[in-house]
């Protein structure tokens, strides 16, 4: 199931451009292996899903995985061969804004090789550039 908004304040907001990087999210909150956006950029809750199944296949029953990010931005779409003038388009997808610095995916409880596989496999799914940190490397 993809991950959607239970309510929203706005239906349709104006969606921003990124452009500075990300204080506020560049902190690990679980501890050992993460995965850090390089580049900033919207993030589909479809993108994230599929990044999700990776990294569950890969650490089955013995690690623990967190998703820092949730799609809350909703982006508008014209369907084609609609009229100019009819106003702004329906809802199609759901997005996570990610800027520059910001822990996207933790992952404890396996070893270091394959959770270096799991999210480098992880970030190919995503449309930002990622890098795979850990506990103990500079930030």
Do not use: C, H
Request: glycine residues 6%.
């Amino acid at each position: 199931m993809l991950l959607t908004p239970k309510r929203w304040k706005y239906r349709k907001p104006i969606v921003r451009q990124l452009r500075w990087k990300s204080y506020r999210w560049s902190t690990v909150a679980f501890w050992q292996y993460w995965l850090k956006a390089i580049t900033s950029s919207y993030i589909t809750n479809k993108e994230i899903e599929s990044a999700r199944k990776v990294i569950v296949r890969a650490i089955k029953k013995t690690g623990k995985m967190w998703i820092r990010i949730f799609p809350d931005v909703p982006f508008t779409r014209k369907w084609l061969e609609m009229p100019m003038g009819t106003g702004k388009g329906d809802v199609d997808i759901y997005t996570a804004a990610v800027r520059r610095g910001r822990v996207m995916f933790e992952v404890t409880g396996i070893p270091r090789e394959v959770a270096k596989e799991t999210l480098i496999k992880a970030s190919k799914k995503l449309s930002v550039k990622a890098k795979f940190v850990e506990r103990g490397e500079i930030k």
